[in-house]
């Protein structure tokens, strides 16, 4: 899938899957899972035993049909190590504009974390795609709907305590898309084979995400 056509699949689906702590074994079933819920785009976060060969793998297979990325991209050497495994965006939890750069340069989209307005603007103007905004837990929505106020010209990405009950808060209050790991990807459902659990997660997420339109 090029960059043009993920995109299109963030815009439409406004979610991320974020793919941190699962064995290599299991990617394709939750793949499968996630497709089957409507689910189009992940990140493989990069603090993932094994996760270029995950990303590299993913790609092979499933590279016409979802939009993979690599997450928890930390500096220059982690974006090199994304690239080489053949992530088509990188998502990170800090500002650092090396690493936006490198994605730009790449032709990826690139998605840097921040938290206050001077690292939101920092990143934007850096070239990134859109701002995650992280931690969202704890910054909760009344701050994300200040946030809308001054920067709403960027479009920004709720990580952190986003799942299928507040799903729509976060959209409605103006964000582009939202990340979602843990509440997705449970890594307990996962161990026991329950891929069915994760696919009906993924399908509930995907309906009220379209509800909140």
């Known amino acids: 899938m090029n960059r043009e056509q993920g995109l299109q699949q963030i815009e439409q689906t406004r979610l991320i899957a974020i793919l941190r702590g699962v064995e290599h074994k299991d990617v394709f079933r939750i ?7 409507g689910v189009t785009v992940m990140e493989i976060t990069l603090n993932t035993e094994g996760a270029a ?6 790609q092979k297979e499933y590279g016409d049909r979802m939009f993979i990325g690599a997450g928890t991209v930390l500096d ?15 998502v990170t939890p800090n500002t650092d504009p090396e ?7 790449a032709g990826l989209p690139v998605y840097p974390g921040a938290m206050t307005p001077t690292e939101i603007v ?15 837990t704890g910054l909760g929505l ?23 009950d507040n799903v729509g808060d976060f959209l409605r ?15 307990k459902e996962i161990a026991a084979g329950n891929f069915d659990w994760v696919r ?3 399908s509930r997420l995907t309906g009220a995400i379209q509800a909140a339109r």
Request: aromatic share 4%; net charge negative.
């Open 31 to 37: 793949a499968d899972a996630l497709l089957a819920g």
């Open 53 to 58: 060969g995950m990303i590299a793998d993913l």
């Open 76 to 90: 220059a050497e982690d974006a090199r190590r994304a690239l080489d495994a053949g992530a088509s965006f990188l």
């Open 99 to 105: 690493v936006i750069h490198m994605g730009v340069e």
């Open 122 to 136: 920092t990143a934007w103007k850096a070239g990134a795609t859109a701002v995650k905004v992280f931690p969202s």
């Open 142 to 164: 009344p701050y994300l709907k200040e946030l809308m106020g001054p920067l709403n010209h960027i479009p920004l990405v709720a990580v952190g305590g986003v799942n299928e």
């Open 173 to 187: 209050a103006g964000c582009s898309a939202v990340g979602i790991g843990g509440s997705l990807i449970n890594l």
């Open 200 to 202: 009906d997660k993924a």
